[in-house]
C-alpha cells in the first residue's frame, strides 16, 4: 500500500484495486476509485493503471470482496455498549449461572449505584424458570440489580431496586416473583438507567459503535424513547456520532403524536422519525406480543398497547408534518390494528401521501395475508430481525412453545413480503441479537421455515440500500458512481449467487449470468471477515494485521 497527502485545496482519492466490487454497475469490476466522500469510478484492473499516478492512495486488496457497508435498521447503541462492557447473560444456561454471574460481577464493581444486566433466556433452559427474587436479593448482596430479559420486554430485578420505585406494585406488569413487563417494567427501568453517568453513557455508545464498525456496519438506526431511554441519551448519541469516526446514525423518536407541533419537537430532538419501538404490543418471549387467539402456554393474548384509533392519529400527525411514522408489531392482532389505523389515517390525508412518507414497522413478525396486503398498498416499510428466526424459530423453539407448531411457522415470512412488493429493510434489535450482518443474511437465506427463506442477493439488498431507503435515501447502500463511499473490505472464500432452491443456484454462479456473486453462506462456512470499513470515505476500523 502506498500513501501520500493530497493537497489542502482538493478531495483526498484512494484506488482500491485487485479484488472484487460488488456493483450492479460493473459486475466484473476488480478496482473502485473513491474521492473524498463519494465513489467516482469501479472498472476493471487494466482501467486501473490509468489512476494509479493520480491518487494519494492505493489500497492493494489481494483478492479481497469490497461491498457497500451494511445499515442496522434496528438498534438500541447505548444498551448494547452495556451489554458489551458489562454483565452478559446471554449465554447463561441455567438460573445457577445467571447467579454466579451477578455474584462475580457485583463483586467486580462495587462503586456501581445499581448493577445493570442483559440477556437472560430462561426458554432454553431445563424447567424454564428464571432466578427468584430472593436468589437474587442473595447473589447482589442486597443491592439495586436490574437484569433485562433478552427481548429486553421484561426484567429481573432485586427488592433493594424495587424500594427506588414508588407505587411500583401498583403498576400493570408488576408481580411479586416474576419478570416485571409493562408500565411496572418501564417505571423500574426509569431509575435503573438514571444511575448511569453521562461518561459511562458515552463510553458504552462509543464501545457499541468501534463494535458496528468491526462488523462492516457503516449506519445505524438507533430505536430510541420516552419508554426505552431518554432525550438525553439520543441526543448525545447523536452528537457523538457526528463529532468522532465511525458509523453513521439516524435517530428514532417512539414518542405517540397527534399534531403537526408534537410532530416538529421529535424532528427539533434531531431524530428523523416519529417511529422506531413506538409500542402496539410486546414479544413473544415476554408473552407480551398481542395475539388474536391465546398463548399455548399461557391462557392470555398478550398486551395492546395501541388501538386502530391511536395508530391513525399518529400515522395522520405524522404525514402532515411531513415526518416518518412507524410503530413497533409483532402479534397478529397488534399487526392488524396498525393496518387498520395505517387505512383510517390514509382516508384521511390521502394514499399517497401516506405512501410517500414511507413509514415502517418494526419486526412485524405474525403477519396475515391482509395484513401483508396492507403493507404493500400503503409501501410500509418492513423492519425485520432474521436473526430472530435463527434464535427462537423451528419446530423445537420458543416461537413453537409460545404458540404452537402450527403458528410458529408463520411467523417472519419474508418470501411472501418480498413478493407482495414490501420493502425490507435488516437489523438486529441489538443487544436482542448481536450486531452480525453476515450471520443475518444467512438466517434469511435459511430461514427455520423453508418457504419464508429468500435470496442472500436479496436479503444484502434488504440489508445495505433497504435501510437507506427505509430513511428516505435512494442513492445510498450501493457502490456506484455519485454514491457515498460507505463500503467495507472482506476476506472471504468463493463468490456465488446463493438462492433458496438449489436448481437455480447451479447455474447461477455461472459468471457468464452478470450477477455479482457474495460469499457462499451456507450453514457450517466460515463467515466473512471485516478487514475496513469506511463512512463517507473516511477509515473507521481497520483490523490489526488484515
Given at each position: 500500500?502506498?500513501?501520500?497527502?493530497?493537497?489542502?485545496?482538493?478531495?483526498?482519492?484512494?484506488?482500491?484495486?485487485?479484488?472484487?466490487?460488488?456493483?450492479?454497475?460493473?459486475?466484473?469490476?476488480?478496482?473502485?476509485?473513491?474521492?473524498?466522500?463519494?465513489?467516482?469510478?469501479?472498472?476493471?484492473?487494466?482501467?486501473?493503471?490509468?489512476?494509479?499516478?493520480?491518487?494519494?492512495?492505493?489500497?492493494?486488496?489481494?483478492?479481497?470482496?469490497?461491498?457497500?457497508?451494511?445499515?442496522?435498521?434496528?438498534?438500541?447503541?447505548?444498551?448494547?455498549?452495556?451489554?458489551?462492557?458489562?454483565?452478559?447473560?446471554?449465554?447463561?444456561?441455567?438460573?445457577?449461572?445467571?447467579?454466579?454471574?451477578?455474584?462475580?460481577?457485583?463483586?467486580?464493581?462495587?462503586?456501581?449505584?445499581?448493577?445493570?444486566?442483559?440477556?437472560?433466556?430462561?426458554?432454553?433452559?431445563?424447567?424454564?424458570?428464571?432466578?427468584?427474587?430472593?436468589?437474587?436479593?442473595?447473589?447482589?448482596?442486597?443491592?439495586?440489580?436490574?437484569?433485562?430479559?433478552?427481548?429486553?420486554?421484561?426484567?429481573?430485578?432485586?427488592t433493594a431496586l424495587l424500594d427506588l420505585v414508588p407505587g411500583v406494585a401498583g403498576l400493570p406488569g408488576y408481580a411479586p416473583d416474576a419478570p416485571l413487563t409493562g408500565d411496572a417494567h418501564h417505571a423500574v427501568r426509569a431509575v435503573a438507567h438514571a444511575s448511569i453517568t453521562p461518561?459511562?453513557?458515552?463510553?458504552?455508545?462509543?464501545?457499541?459503535?468501534?463494535?458496528?464498525?468491526?462488523?462492516?456496519?457503516?449506519?445505524l438506526h438507533e430505536c430510541a424513547g420516552p419508554d426505552i431511554s431518554s432525550e438525553d441519551d439520543l441526543t448525545g448519541l447523536l452528537e457523538l456520532a457526528a463529532a468522532e469516526p465511525g458509523p453513521r446514525v439516524f435517530g428514532y423518536w417512539a414518542e405517540h403524536v397527534?399534531?403537526?407541533?408534537?410532530?416538529?419537537?421529535?424532528?427539533?430532538?434531531?431524530?428523523?422519525?416519529?417511529?422506531?419501538?413506538?409500542?402496539?404490543?410486546?414479544?413473544?418471549?415476554?408473552?407480551?406480543?398481542?395475539?388474536?387467539?391465546?398463548?399455548?402456554?399461557?391462557?392470555?393474548?398478550?398486551?395492546?398497547?395501541?388501538?386502530?384509533?391511536?395508530?391513525?392519529?399518529?400515522?395522520?400527525?405524522?404525514?402532515?408534518?411531513?415526518?416518518?411514522?412507524?410503530?413497533?408489531?409483532?402479534?397478529?392482532?397488534?399487526?392488524?390494528?396498525?393496518?387498520?389505523?395505517?387505512?383510517?389515517?390514509?382516508?384521511?390525508?390521502?394514499?399517497?401521501?401516506?405512501?410517500?412518507?414511507?413509514?415502517?414497522?418494526?419486526?412485524?413478525?405474525?403477519?396475515?395475508?391482509?395484513?401483508?396486503?396492507?403493507?404493500?398498498?400503503?409501501?410500509?416499510?418492513?423492519?425485520?430481525?432474521?436473526?430472530?428466526?435463527?434464535?427462537?424459530?423451528?419446530?423445537?423453539?420458543?416461537?413453537?412453545?409460545?404458540?404452537?407448531?402450527?403458528?410458529?411457522?408463520?411467523?417472519?415470512?419474508?418470501?411472501?413480503?418480498?413478493?407482495?412488493?414490501?420493502?425490507?429493510?435488516?437489523?438486529?434489535?441489538?443487544?436482542?441479537?448481536?450486531?452480525?450482518?453476515?450471520?443475518?443474511?444467512?438466517?434469511?437465506?435459511?430461514?427455520?421455515?423453508?418457504?419464508?427463506?429468500?435470496?442472500?442477493?436479496?436479503?444484502?439488498?434488504?440489508?445495505?440500500?433497504?435501510?437507506?431507503?427505509?430513511?428516505?435515501?435512494?442513492?445510498?447502500?450501493?457502490?456506484?458512481?455519485?454514491?457515498?463511499?460507505?463500503?467495507?473490505?472482506?476476506?472471504?472464500?468463493?463468490?456465488?449467487?446463493?438462492?433458496?432452491?438449489?436448481?437455480?443456484?447451479?447455474?447461477?454462479?455461472?459468471?457468464?449470468?452478470?450477477?455479482?456473486?457474495?460469499?457462499?453462506?451456507?450453514?457450517?462456512?466460515?463467515?466473512?471477515?471485516?478487514?475496513?470499513?469506511?463512512?463517507?470515505?473516511?477509515?473507521?476500523?481497520?483490523?490489526?494485521?488484515?
Amino acid at each position: 500500500m502506498s500513501d501520500s497527502t493530497a493537497p489542502l485545496d482538493r478531495p483526498r482519492t484512494v484506488l482500491l484495486r485487485g479484488g472484487t466490487i460488488h456493483s450492479p454497475a460493473d459486475p466484473f469490476a476488480t478496482a473502485m476509485v473513491v474521492e473524498g466522500d463519494s465513489v467516482a469510478w469501479l472498472g476493471s484492473e487494466g482501467a486501473a493503471d490509468s489512476f494509479a499516478d493520480g491518487v494519494d492512495e492505493v489500497v492493494h486488496l489481494d483478492g479481497a470482496l469490497v461491498t457497500p457497508a451494511f445499515t442496522d435498521a434496528h438498534v438500541h447503541t447505548t444498551a448494547t455498549g452495556l451489554a458489551l462492557t458489562g454483565l452478559d447473560l446471554s449465554g447463561a444456561r441455567s438460573p445457577e449461572e445467571v447467579l454466579d454471574r451477578v455474584r462475580a460481577h457485583a463483586e467486580a464493581r462495587p462503586a456501581d449505584r445499581i448493577l445493570l444486566g442483559h440477556g437472560w433466556d430462561a426458554s432454553a433452559w431445563s424447567g424454564r424458570r428464571p432466578p427468584t427474587r430472593a436468589e437474587l436479593d442473595g447473589a447482589a448482596g442486597g443491592r439495586p440489580l436490574y437484569l433485562t430479559r433478552v427481548d429486553v420486554h421484561s426484567a429481573l430485578v432485586t427488592t433493594a431496586l424495587l424500594d427506588l420505585v414508588p407505587g411500583v406494585a401498583g403498576l400493570p406488569g408488576y408481580a411479586p416473583d416474576a419478570p416485571l413487563t409493562g408500565d411496572a417494567h418501564h417505571a423500574v427501568r426509569a431509575v435503573a438507567h438514571a444511575s448511569i453517568t453521562p461518561a459511562q453513557r458515552a463510553e458504552a455508545q462509543r464501545a457499541a459503535l468501534r463494535h458496528a464498525a468491526s462488523r462492516g456496519i457503516g449506519t445505524l438506526h438507533e430505536c430510541a424513547g420516552p419508554d426505552i431511554s431518554s432525550e438525553d441519551d439520543l441526543t448525545g448519541l447523536l452528537e457523538l456520532a457526528a463529532a468522532e469516526p465511525g458509523p453513521r446514525v439516524f435517530g428514532y423518536w417512539a414518542e405517540h403524536v397527534t399534531s403537526a407541533r408534537e410532530a416538529g419537537r421529535v424532528r427539533e430532538l434531531g431524530a428523523v422519525g416519529a417511529a422506531g419501538d413506538l409500542f402496539a404490543d410486546g414479544s413473544l418471549g415476554s408473552h407480551t406480543a398481542h395475539l388474536r387467539e391465546p398463548y399455548a402456554d399461557a391462557d392470555h393474548r398478550g398486551t395492546a398497547h395501541l388501538d386502530a384509533d391511536a395508530v391513525a392519529a399518529h400515522v395522520a400527525a405524522c404525514t402532515e408534518a411531513g415526518v416518518q411514522a412507524g410503530f413497533h408489531a409483532i402479534g397478529d392482532a397488534a399487526l392488524t390494528a396498525v393496518a387498520d389505523g395505517v387505512r383510517a389515517a390514509a382516508e384521511k390525508v390521502g394514499t399517497d401521501r401516506v405512501r410517500a412518507a414511507r413509514h415502517r414497522i418494526e419486526h412485524a413478525e405474525m403477519q396475515t395475508g391482509e395484513t401483508v396486503a396492507a403493507f404493500a398498498r400503503y409501501a410500509l416499510t418492513a423492519s425485520v430481525q432474521p436473526a430472530f428466526d435463527a434464535a427462537w424459530g423451528g419446530e423445537e423453539g420458543m416461537y413453537a412453545q409460545r404458540l404452537g407448531r402450527e403458528r410458529a411457522r408463520t411467523l417472519n415470512p419474508y418470501a411472501a413480503l418480498l413478493r407482495a412488493g414490501v420493502p425490507l429493510a435488516l437489523g438486529s434489535d441489538s443487544p436482542v441479537t448481536p450486531l452480525d450482518p453476515w450471520g443475518t443474511l444467512r438466517a434469511a437465506a435459511f430461514h427455520r421455515t423453508p418457504e419464508h427463506r429468500i435470496s442472500v442477493r436479496a436479503a444484502f439488498t434488504a440489508h445495505t440500500r433497504g435501510g437507506w431507503r427505509a430513511v428516505g435515501r435512494d442513492d445510498a447502500g450501493v457502490l456506484v458512481p455519485g454514491a457515498p463511499a460507505d463500503y467495507a473490505v472482506w476476506r472471504t472464500g468463493d463468490l456465488v449467487v446463493q438462492v433458496p432452491d438449489d436448481r437455480v443456484a447451479a447455474w447461477s454462479t455461472d459468471p457468464r449470468s452478470g450477477t455479482p456473486g457474495l460469499p457462499d453462506l451456507s450453514p457450517g462456512r466460515e463467515l466473512p471477515v471485516c478487514l475496513r470499513t469506511v463512512v463517507a470515505g473516511r477509515t473507521v476500523h481497520e483490523r490489526p494485521n488484515g
